[in-house]
């Protein structure tokens, strides 16, 4: 923690699921979270709201696998405390103005929880320890795998449990927007992709708000409803509720306050929500599937700190070239040349148009026979308005 932020002060925002908190924070009040080992896309949530500080009662990085969370919150000049311990919810109600000094939290002066200021040196050392642990974690990745491929091997063999749905996909292009890495990036690098092929627009989740952020309107929502604004909802799409493979549904009680259950569908199955909607999409005949935000590395499959994941790399496997992964791309193709240059590009080309045709007598002719033309057009518009007076 650098010296000029040794004590910050600010209104305390209470949240255990990071995602739902980072919607009600507002620059400079203080997220307190329990979100062990943070991942890259909360971290980049969480300082893309530009909270004071961030008060964590588990670990950020617990030791697992070396997560990137905690070093973009003390990039992005966020205070961060861990090991706070579960009782800080009990001690502080949300809206409540903290100080939270050298890792302690006080709460009209009076210390109402202790934990550790993280700097530099104590998140490049737990980030240390980590690596030393990956060869675990693979391991476990392999074990879950395994456990997927034989659970859901009908589903991605055969694709069989695949619901019926009302929008058409057959032979169309398809693209799969999760609110993940760089997704802001990558879908303002797709707009002339999505204005020349119209494709099947599938949010996932909070995807769905990220695809109306960005001045369109989703086809279809998949997930379990956690994560996607009433607006997205409402938005006219067709709702495919991500379920338990025994069938219970959590994300129909949502749908049933807001009067949208009758037009949902179900999709048991495991996994994660954005493997479904591979799935969905390649079994629907997707002509190519473009994923936005997706995750698609070893790293990031870890990143998401659940076992779950495993289900993402079989599910890429089982659809091959089909699937074209965004990411990256707006990093890869980026405009080298501004408007404002190609504008001064296009005036000066004209000028030179301009004075080559003036050299030559052609050219003068050219240049007078235009100047007339358009001396009679500006003679016969001024009439329009001013017309000359008739004798009497």
Avoid: C
């Avoid at 055969?158 to 058409?168: E, F, L, N, W, Y």
């Avoid at 500006?378 to 001013?386: A, D, G, K, P």
């Amino acid at each position: 923690m650098s010296p000029q932020r040794a004590q910050v002060t600010g209104t305390a925002r209470l949240g255990r699921r990071t995602k739902d908190l980072t919607k009600r924070l507002q620059p400079g009040d203080i997220a307190i979270i329990d979100h062990e080992d943070v991942d890259r896309v909360a971290a980049e949530a969480l300082v893309e709201r530009q909270p004071a500080a961030v008060l964590n009662a588990a670990a950020s990085t617990s030791g697992r696998y070396p997560n990137a969370g905690p070093q973009i919150l003390l990039d992005g000049d966020v205070v961060l405390v861990d090991a706070l311990g579960p009782s800080l919810f009990e001690g502080i109600r949300d809206g409540q103005t903290i100080t939270v000094r050298d890792g302690e939290v006080l709460l009209e002066e009076v210390v109402v929880a202790r934990g550790v200021a993280q700097d530099q040196a104590t998140v490049t050392a737990a980030l240390e320890i980590a690596r030393e642990g990956l060869s675990e974690q693979l391991e476990l990745f392999a074990e879950n795998t395994m456990e997927y491929m034989l659970r859901e091997r009908d589903l991605l063999l055969d694709g069989i449990g695949a619901p019926d749905v009302r929008t058409r996909i057959d032979g169309r292009p398809v693209l799969i927007v999760v609110r993940g890495y760089h997704y802001k990036e990558d879908l303002a690098t797709l707009r002339p992709f999505l204005r020349e092929n119209r494709p099947v627009i599938i949010g996932v989740d909070g995807g769905a708000d990220a695809v109306i952020e960005a001045g369109f309107r989703p086809d279809m929502i998949i997930g379990d409803m956690d994560s996607v604004s009433d607006r997205a909802l409402a938005s006219g799409a067709e709702l495919v509720v991500h379920a338990y493979r025994d069938g219970r549904a959590p994300g129909l009680e949502r749908l049933a306050g807001l009067g949208l259950s009758e037009q949902a569908v179900l999709f048991p199955a495991s996994g994660t929500s954005e493997d479904i909607a591979m799935l969905l999409a390649d079994e629907k005949g997707a002509s190519v599937i473009v994923a936005v935000g997706t995750h698609g590395t070893l790293e990031e499959f870890l990143d998401k700190g659940r076992a779950g994941m495993s289900s993402t790399f079989l599910t890429r496997l089982r659809i091959g070239s089909k699937l074209v992964d965004a990411k990256g791309v707006s990093r890869l193709y980026r405009q080298r040349i501004s408007t404002v240059q190609l504008l001064l590009l296009a005036v000066a080309g004209l000028a030179a148009l301009a004075v080559a045709l003036w050299a030559t007598p052609g050219g003068q002719a050219v240049v007078q026979l235009m100047g007339a033309r358009l001396d009679g057009m500006l003679s016969w518009f001024t009439t329009l308005f001013f017309p000359r007076a008739t004798g009497s």
